[in-house]
């Protein structure tokens, strides 16, 4: 009789890089609000970073580690602090920000989410321009994500209760998502087609909806009783693992079936710590990463379909707290230290990348650690999708590295105002 659960992933460990691969004196925003304040490419780590007059946001590249410059220029031009960023994953050099203005009796238009062009160079002055500004809400905006496979498509959650799905490359409104949360939204996601999202709101649902058909498909009612924000992502399988909270206010993760809400594939209490627990899921390795704010220690979990389902691994653990954590996606990894994930952990005067390692002896590219990946093509575009095509990622290979498709046929009925690159 097996004893132990065999798992390739059993000895995954943490390990902070060394001193003089962080990305030192930076002053990580303070504002009050659960979202990674970080989001890193394969080329650029950014991040949300206090400033005097309004909201900022800082951009380095991967290489440039060491002290920052005090000098070194930002991304600015916003009213008031910014709430959430997000890279294009289909274009390395397209950055979303959330603004998080409060409209007055005064304003003429509602505080919008920008896209902005990063260069390869660093600038010498602050970035002020946004090449494209989404005027939609009326209220703040604190939640923000690209499509996983359609090219420009972005969506928007505001304090207004809205989730507004946009077409970037033109600037304009695809869909309003209206009258379905009744209170503050909490996180929303996509599945990995980007057919249906799942969304966590203040009045204790969980919901699964179809975009397109603007309905509700399903929906969970207090997956955890108690009071304290919910978190929720889709799984590889189409299921949903949820973060938040018992009654009596410890921890709590859960599995769900979409197709059966009732009743939980897993729950499993954790501890009594109040920090939300933000989840990031590697769908290569079925891995869930949890990283709480203000906690010092990111826990990770294995997500198969053996009983329970969702399996303890480890917990790295470090003195500091965090107050952000950004995730690398896949094809920006090392695969020959055999590298499963890498974390940009936020202190508040500093970035601190962790490396996530599997211990293999052998310097050949590990297969079973490295299936085929989404990479940055997308396959579908924005009217292709609007109009009900559904694609599934196109995968690379980490073997040889990516090599774009040079001679991709373009069908951009209306200009792209992305293409415009700095």
């Keep these: 009789r097996r004893v132990v659960r065999q798992s390739k992933f059993r000895h995954v460990f943490g390990q902070p890089v060394k001193a003089d691969q962080m990305y030192e004196d930076i002053r990580v925003s303070k504002v009050t609000w659960d979202s990674s304040f970080c989001a890193v490419n394969p080329k650029f780590v950014a ?49 979303l920000q959330g603004d998080p203005r409060h409209p007055t009796s005064l304003s003429l238009c509602p505080p919008p989410p920008q896209v902005w062009q990063i260069p390869d160079y660093v600038p010498v002055r602050n970035i002020t321009e946004p090449v494209v500004t989404l005027e939609g809400h009326s209220k703040r905006v604190g939640i923000i994500s690209w499509h996983p496979t359609a090219r420009n498509v972005l969506l928007s959650a505001g304090c207004d209760n809205l989730v507004i799905l946009w077409n970037v490359g033109t600037g304009e409104m695809l869909l309003v998502l209206e009258d379905m949360h009744t209170d503050l939204i909490y996180n929303v996601g996509w599945n990995r087609n980007g057919s249906l999202l799942v ?22 009612f207090a997956p955890h009783e108690g009071l304290r924000p919910v978190r929720a992502v889709f799984t590889r399988e189409g299921h949903i693992f949820t973060t938040g909270f018992t009654r009596m206010s410890q921890r709590e993760l859960g599995l769900w079936d979409p ?56 917990t790295y653990s470090s003195k ?32 601190e990348p962790i490396v996530m390692t599997v211990p293999r002896k052998s310097d050949l590219f590990q297969d079973d650690l490295y299936p085929d990946t989404p990479g940055p093509e997308p396959a579908l575009e924005a009217d292709e999708w609007l109009s009900g095509k559904d694609a599934e990622p196109i995968l690379i290979s980490l073997r040889d590295g990516y090599i774009p498709v040079k001679n991709r046929e373009l069908k951009v009925v209306k200009k792209n105002v992305l293409d415009n690159k700095p």
């Design 47 to 95: 991040i949300i970073v206090e400033s005097g007059g309004g909201g900022a946001f800082m951009v380095l590249p991967l290489t440039k580690t060491g002290r920052v410059d005090k000098n070194h220029p930002l991304v600015t031009g916003h009213t008031a602090p910014v709430l959430d960023i997000d890279w294009c994953p289909h274009n390395d050099n397209a950055q």
């Design 199 to 220: 969304t966590t709101c203040k009045d204790k649902k969980v919901r699964i909806i179809d975009p397109r058909k603007q309905q509700v498909v399903a929906e969970r």
């Design 259 to 314: 197709k059966n809400f009732e009743e939980p594939i897993a729950l499993q209490e954790m501890d009594t710590s109040n920090g939300v627990l933000l989840p990031f899921y590697d769908p290569d390795s079925s891995i869930v990463y949890l990283c709480g704010k203000g906690d010092s220690s990111i826990r990770y979990f294995e997500i198969t379909n053996e009983a329970p389902y969702v399996h303890y691994l480890n």
């Design 320 to 351: 500091e707290p965090q107050r952000g954590m950004g995730f690398m996606p896949k094809r920006g990894l090392d695969v020959s230290k055999c590298e499963i994930a890498r974390f940009f952990k936020l202190h508040e005067r500093k970035c």
